[in-house]
């Protein structure tokens, strides 16, 4: 089964800020990784697939990057809206979640 | 504008069943294969099952295989999961979500995703 690890599990920053949450997998996923992120009490919602590629309606601030076993997400300036949990998960083979990246207010 | 809305969940002792609906609209049901994720209160995301199209083919995480049945009825719109033999730790709250088409089975994303519906395995 390929692990999906990320990091940090948690994270404070301030509104203006530029923010890199990392997710690392157990072997090579190629490009096949998507990032969500997820409000309390509501439903993950699907940022960015393909590793890099903007999902429909997600503000531009939001970037992914990598590929093989190394993937980032960059938020380019914190917004309020952005303060979540976020979670990359592979889709090379069948498909596992990271254990999420919680990002707070500094 | 696409729409999940699961039901079914509730409170069942543990080695008791339990079965989810999803209903979908704003969207052809019969052209989508069809996931169910859980969350576990507090933790994070763990893929269950997913069905293809045609219910053909489906797919389940090692920790449900043989006590999870994953259906879907295309003339109602509607998918199941069919959950026996509970446990403690299969806790967690059930999300039904429409897979994406750039992917294959099982190797795939979801958006959107309901709201999902709350299982407790508890005595």
């Known amino acids: 089964d390929i692990q999906m690890t990320q990091s940090p599990s948690t994270l404070s920053a301030s509104v203006g800020d530029r923010v890199t949450i990392t997710c690392r997998a157990s072997q090579s996923i190629g490009i096949w990784l998507a990032w969500y992120q997820q409000k309390p009490g509501k439903a993950p919602n699907l940022l960015i697939y393909k590793a890099s590629s903007l999902q429909s309606g997600v503000p531009s601030r939001f970037s992914g990057s990598g590929s093989g076993t190394d993937f980032t997400l960059t938020i380019s300036s914190l917004q309020p809206d952005d303060f979540a949990t976020y979670y990359c998960q592979q889709y090379e083979s069948f498909r596992t979640f990271g254990q999420g990246t919680k990002v707070e207010i500094k | ?123």
């Open chain 2, 1 to 123: 504008e696409v729409q999940l809305l699961e039901s079914g969940g509730g409170l069942v002792q543990p080695g008791g069943s339990l079965r989810l609906s999803c209903a979908g609209s704003g969207f052809t049901f019969s052209s989508y294969s069809m996931s169910w994720v859980r969350q576990a209160p507090g933790k994070g995301l763990e893929w269950v099952s997913t069905i293809s199209v045609s219910g053909g083919s489906t797919y389940y995480a090692d920790s449900v295989k043989g006590r999870f049945t994953i259906s879907r009825d295309n003339y109602k719109n509607m998918l199941y999961l069919q959950m026996n033999s509970l446990r403690a730790e299969d806790t967690a709250l059930f999300y039904c979500a429409k897979d994406r088409t750039d992917c294959t089975g099982a190797s795939c994303y979801s958006d959107p995703w309901g709201q999902g519906t709350l299982v407790i395995v508890s005595s």
